[in-house]
């Protein structure tokens, strides 16, 4: 088994408020991010089309040495991530590893609700996959579950408009409509790793009577106690404390957006898949 850096995957750039908590958490590890910017978002397309897309992603990490890689993207992590897991791994390789986002997210969401009434505000990928109703009920069968399909939040997100008037209608709408589903919910969980950046607006909508859950901290928890768990893949992540960023789109968009997301600047290399 090869040692390199863990790969961390996103249609985009949302994945980097991922890898920011990740590498806040495991400073010392290496890590390398490919952004499918050029094929972004994943969010309105088809069940195959994201899983091919991500597969071959999959595929370059590996040809990097990457013996682990989080999908770092909830369309990913819902559409392509247990076909990859069951699969692809036995047949390209079953000593490597790719984990997502959604289960870190739901064996704990149970900890935030008082209600036991939880929503979800994703992309229409992932609320019409059914991915967080159905392992929710797995941990916390108690917990009623409503969704909220986002469309327009991704693209007011990358075309940082999520800030202006024009975005507040769009904020509000999705965030009404699931509201209105029930009284009770006590706790939105923020299934798309771009939504982060509107958690403030969100907040300031709802009040402070909702718990808004960011995936980002809970992602890192999750990934260092997973390396502390399995060993025989923590020794081959390599420990340099080194960060690198790739894109399949044009760097200088990349980089100008991705500081954004990440919160300090990023310098990238385009990929060409």
Same mark, same amino acid.
């Given at each position: 088994?090869?040692?390199?850096?863990?790969?961390?995957?996103?249609?985009?750039?949302?994945?980097?408020?991922?890898?920011?908590?990740?590498?806040?958490?495991?400073?010392?590890?290496?890590?390398?991010?490919?952004?499918?910017?050029?094929?972004?978002?994943?969010?309105?397309?088809?069940?195959?089309?994201?899983?091919?897309?991500?597969?071959?992603?999959?595929?370059?990490?590996?040809?990097?040495?990457?013996?682990?890689?989080?999908?770092?993207?909830?369309?990913?992590?819902?559409?392509?991530?247990?076909?990859?897991?069951?699969?692809?791994?036995?047949?390209?390789?079953?000593?490597?590893?790719?984990?997502?986002?959604?289960?870190?997210?739901?064996?704990?969401?149970?900890?935030?609700?008082?209600?036991?009434?939880?929503?979800?505000?994703?992309?229409?990928?992932?609320?019409?996959?059914?991915?967080?109703?159905?392992?929710?009920?797995?941990?916390?069968?108690?917990?009623?579950?409503?969704?909220?399909?986002?469309?327009?939040?991704?693209?007011?997100?990358?075309?940082?408009?999520?800030?202006?008037?024009?975005?507040?209608?769009?904020?509000?709408?999705?965030?009404?409509?699931?509201?209105?589903?029930?009284?009770?919910?006590?706790?939105?969980?923020?299934?798309?790793?771009?939504?982060? *950046?509107? !958690?403030? %607006? =969100?907040?300031? #909508?709802?009040?402070?009577?909702?718990? $808004?859950?960011?995936?980002? /901290? *809970?992602? !890192?928890? %999750? =990934?260092?106690? #997973?390396?502390?768990?399995?060993?025989? $893949?923590?020794?081959?992540? /390599?420990?340099? !404390?080194?960060?690198?960023?790739?894109?399949?789109?044009?760097?200088?968009?990349?980089?100008?957006?991705?500081?954004?997301?990440?919160?300090?600047?990023?310098?990238?290399?385009?990929?060409?898949?």
């Amino acid at each position: 088994m090869s040692k390199g850096p863990i790969g961390v995957f996103d249609s985009g750039y949302g994945g980097l408020t991922v890898l920011k908590e990740i590498v806040a958490t495991l400073p010392a590890y290496d890590f390398l991010y490919l952004g499918d910017n050029a094929r972004a978002p994943y969010g309105p397309r088809s069940f195959d089309t994201v899983y091919q897309y991500t597969l071959q992603c999959v595929q370059w990490f590996f040809s990097q040495g990457c013996p682990l890689v989080i999908l770092a993207c909830n369309t990913a992590s819902a559409k392509a991530l247990r076909t990859i897991q069951q699969h692809d791994l036995p047949r390209l390789d079953p000593t490597k590893r790719v984990l997502g986002v959604i289960r870190p997210t739901t064996e704990v969401i149970g900890k935030f609700t008082k209600s036991n009434e939880v929503g979800i505000l994703g992309t229409t990928g992932t609320v019409t996959s059914g991915s967080y109703p159905i392992e929710i009920e797995k941990f916390y069968p108690a917990i009623k579950v409503y969704q909220q399909a986002c469309p327009m939040w991704v693209p007011l997100i990358e075309n940082n408009e999520h800030i202006s008037e024009g975005a507040t209608y769009f904020i509000e709408k999705y965030l009404r409509q699931l509201l209105e589903q029930s009284p009770h919910i006590d706790t939105l969980l923020l299934a798309c790793t771009h939504y982060p *950046l509107l !958690a403030q %607006s =969100l907040q300031r #909508y709802v009040g402070s009577g909702i718990t $808004i859950v960011s995936q980002g /901290t *809970l992602v !890192a928890t %999750s =990934l260092a106690d #997973y390396l502390e768990r399995h060993p025989e $893949i923590a020794q081959h992540c /390599t420990k340099n !404390a080194t960060l690198s960023f790739y894109t399949t789109d044009a760097t200088a968009d990349f980089d100008k957006n991705a500081a954004l997301f990440f919160g300090k600047p990023v310098a990238s290399n385009h990929l060409e898949l």
